[in-house]
């Protein structure tokens, strides 16, 4: 298993920059997609002059395990990481809500969400399922999720009205617990034939009774404007980071772990670590491209909190000023490997 741990100083073991490692799994598969991704990401991590390491298959570690971004399916990945790990799942799956009848769903219709690389045959993993399809995706992810979150995790899931009732059910019938649906008010309206749509809903569920609100103080409906790919998003539907943060403000402790499965952009990523002190996060994606913008993503946040750290020390020194470097790249380095020390 690796990342391995130092047994003496149970700390995890130190590799040179950009060396990886070939994981058990599928030697193929992994050697092309760590190749392509480490092409990808090598100049521009050292440009930013991160700490980070990455593992086969295209697994990046950034900031001393401050985060981590997998490639690959959500489901097959959650499964590597370990039972009761994490304070809070955090996710945007695919809606596949993109056309009003079963039918319209399966072919290439105008109503999918585009990839925003340009290429307009071509639109995001897993959004054109069926109503049962993204079900069973959701049920499957769901087991999961009530499998890596500690007792009292909390789990917070986008989904529009269309696919909310389906929804709910797939993960109820994971045994995660109901605790309320949230409305994100986008404070503006879009497209919709009579009411026109402005809203989006974040279904709240817990691991048996929650933990307590790090804070009560904020409602279920948060209002933030939406981002819009000709403003600068990355991702064609990128959540915004300060909805994100009020989200994370209520459930994620300091120094929580975030699980994000259906990562995109990584917005999840930023959210956590610019907002939650020495909170760590973990980001699943199966697209390539969006593996590399997350990652991309990720190590320009970790250039602003801590500066270039690339010669630091794994257990280097973490401030106590309360600022960023307070819960520095030092500073959750042990605890993460400790909880991923599974994560192939
Ligand atoms: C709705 S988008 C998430 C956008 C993200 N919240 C953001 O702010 O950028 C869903 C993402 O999940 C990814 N995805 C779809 N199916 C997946 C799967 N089975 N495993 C991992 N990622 C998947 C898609 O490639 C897409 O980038």
Redesign the pocket.
């Known amino acids: 298993m690796y990342p391995r741990t130092d047994p003496a100083t149970r700390r995890p073991e130190r590799l040179p920059r950009g060396a990886f490692l070939m994981g058990p799994g599928s030697m193929t598969d992994n050697t092309t997609a760590t190749t392509a991704a480490l092409g990808a990401l090598q100049d521009p991590l050292d440009a930013l002059g991160v700490h980070w390491r990455m593992y086969a298959p295209a697994d990046l570690e950034l900031g001393f395990g401050k985060a981590r971004v997998l490639l690959?399916?959500?489901?097959e990945?959650m499964r590597e990481l370990p039972d009761g790990s994490a304070d809070v799942v955090l996710v945007?799956?695919?809606?596949s809500s993109g056309a009003t009848r079963e039918a319209g769903k399966t072919g290439y219709s105008k109503t999918m969400?585009r990839s925003t690389d340009g290429d307009r045959a071509r639109w995001?993993?897993?959004?054109s399922l069926s109503t049962d399809g993204f079900a069973f995706?959701l049920r499957a992810c769901a087991l999961e999720w009530f499998r890596i979150l500690k007792p009292g995790g909390h789990a917070l899931i986008?989904i529009d009205w269309r696919m909310l009732p389906a929804a709910m059910a797939a993960v109820e019938s994971a045994d995660l617990r109901k605790s309320g649906v949230l409305i994100w008010n986008k404070t503006y309206f879009g497209m919709g034939k009579y009411y026109r749509n402005q809203y989006e809903c974040i279904m709240h569920f817990t691991k048996g009774v929650g933990c307590d609100p790090q804070r009560r103080d904020i409602g279920n409906v948060l209002s933030h404007k939406p981002l819009r790919t000709r403003n600068g998003a990355?991702?064609p539907?990128?959540?915004p980071v300060p909805l994100l943060r009020d989200l994370l403000s209520v459930v994620c402790p300091p120094g929580g772990l975030v699980v994000?499965?259906?990562?995109?952009?990584?917005?999840?990523g930023e959210a956590v670590l610019r907002s939650v002190p020495g909170a760590r996060v973990v980001l699943?994606?199966?697209?390539q491209q969006?593996h590399v913008k997350?990652s991309l993503r990720l190590a320009g946040v970790m250039r602003d909190l801590y500066g270039d750290r690339r010669t630091q020390e794994v257990d280097g020194p973490a401030n106590d000023d309360g600022g960023p470097g307070a819960d520095g790249p030092g500073a959750g380095a042990v605890g993460v490997a400790d909880d991923l020390d599974e994560v192939a």
């Open positions: 690959g399916d959500c489901v990945r945007d799956p695919p809606y969400t995001f993993g897993s959004d995706l986008f990355i991702h539907t990128e959540k994000d499965c259906f990562a995109g952009s990584g917005s999840t699943i994606e199966r697209d969006y997350a």
